[in-house]
């Protein structure tokens, strides 16, 4: 079988990590497999070389972001092919414009072009390990690009489908994915399975397991693959397509995200083309919107609340601020508070109804204000207070029996 093997940050944080990662692989070779090993920077490593070069300056430029951000996987590739070897393991390292990640030049978030392999496939033919450098890629004219932060996963699934693996693996610092954070909610439990669809929703809501657009990729290119622990030997948790029965369970989990900022803009004018110019100007901030509610206009004077990350708010509040006269009708004011986006996530809910009944009944009796609702075909959303976001994660888990049996 020709496996690909994905350790992130914690898993080869220290030397004794990087041995123990070094084992696995052998022990995965030793039973007769092609293994192909995608490796993160050590933990904490990018963030260090980020912050570096923001203390220089404001804004570095991003190719030189870049340059410096993709050295951290060097280091890790370098070592795990030394630790390998010293167990008398062929291995080999190769950075990502080694094997050849073509990505277009949007630096710091490039995008998969192609991926033409370099000498992997004649390296695996030979025996040996090819411990590939996650995160980076390369334009056509050489200039090294990064795919976003936690891209050393997208770089093992594009790799998996570029090589036509059999089993993509992710291996990471939980057993898989939980039907809640286990941190906040004691008797959250493994999923066996899980479709790309829910998974996606749950990556994208601060249940950071994985890169979203990784997820994404894999969805598109239909690579089947597996979330796992490098630290023990329990089965994970297996992302794919949908099957018929993943519709039996209504809700797969629950999940929080903290840093979401509301926006309240009152005493807007009730005309066409306001919510148009509001979202342009955000949209031009660069500022992604998630749930948005506008009440029923009265005497020609409207509101509107949206929400956005809270790291974009600033940025959000003066793109409003920009436009405040275009958009304005009396009394105009800007108003921002944190709020907690707490989801359920399931594609059964395309089948079942009652689930926002259910929900909202749950934290009516718990005495959870709901501040703003969002709905998918497979989500239902909410914003609540912060300081209620785990409180609400646990009511919504339980409302939901999705605790251990
Ligand atoms: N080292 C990169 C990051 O921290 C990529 C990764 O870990 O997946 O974002
Ligand atoms: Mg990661």
Request: glycine content about 8%; overall charge negative.
């Amino acid at each position: 079988m020709i496996i690909v093997q994905k350790y992130g940050g914690t898993s080869v944080a220290d030397l004794d990590r990087i041995r123990n990662v070094a084992s696995r692989v052998k022990a995965t070779r030793d039973a007769g497999n092609k293994v192909v090993v995608v490796v993160s920077a050590r933990a904490g490593v990018t963030n260090r070389l980020i912050a570096d070069a923001k203390s220089l300056a404001e804004h570095p430029d991003s190719r030189e972001l870049d340059m410096l951000a993709s050295i951290g996987e060097q280091e890790t590739i370098a070592l795990t092919a030394i630790a390998l070897h010293s167990m008398g393991v062929p291995a080999v390292s190769r950075t990502g414009a080694q094997v050849g990640i073509k990505t277009d030049s949007e630096f710091t978030k490039a995008r998969i072009v192609d991926i033409t392999g370099g000498d992997l496939n004649k390296q695996l033919d030979e025996g040996k390990v090819v411990i590939v450098a996650g995160f980076q890629g390369v334009t056509d004219d050489g200039q090294i690009t990064t795919l976003g932060r936690g891209g050393s996963d997208l770089s093992a699934i594009a790799l998996a489908k570029a090589v036509n693996a059999d089993v993509c693996q992710i291996y990471t610092d939980v057993d898989g994915v939980y039907t809640a954070d286990p941190r906040v909610v004691k008797d959250a439990s493994k999923l066996n399975e899980i479709s790309y669809d829910e998974m996606l929703e749950l990556a994208s809501l601060g249940s950071k397991v994985m890169q979203a657009r990784s997820v994404e990729f894999a969805k598109k290119h239909n690579v089947v693959f597996e979330v796992r622990s490098s630290m023990n030997n329990n089965p994970g948790t297996i992302v794919k397509e949908e099957v018929a029965s993943m519709e039996d369970v209504v809700v797969r989990g629950v999940a929080a995200d903290k840093n979401q900022t509301k926006v309240v803009l009152l005493g807007l004018n009730d005309q066409p083309g306001t919510a148009a110019k509001i979202f342009n100007a955000l949209g031009k901030a660069n500022v992604n919107v998630d749930m948005i509610v506008q009440n029923v206009g009265r005497d020609g004077i409207a509101n509107m609340t949206f929400t956005v990350p809270t790291d974009d708010a600033f940025k959000a509040e003066k793109a409003i601020d920009s436009i405040k006269d275009d958009i304005a009708a009396k009394n105009f004011r800007t108003m921002t508070d944190r709020v907690a986006k707490v989801s359920v996530v399931g594609i059964g809910m395309r089948s079942h109804s009652g689930v926002a009944a259910d929900l909202f009944t749950a934290f009516a009796n718990a005495g959870i204000n709901i501040q703003l609702i969002s709905t998918s075909e497979i989500k239902i959303s909410v914003a609540v207070e912060v300081e209620k976001a785990d409180e609400a994660v646990r009511v919504a888990h339980a409302a939901f029996g999705l605790g251990q049996a």
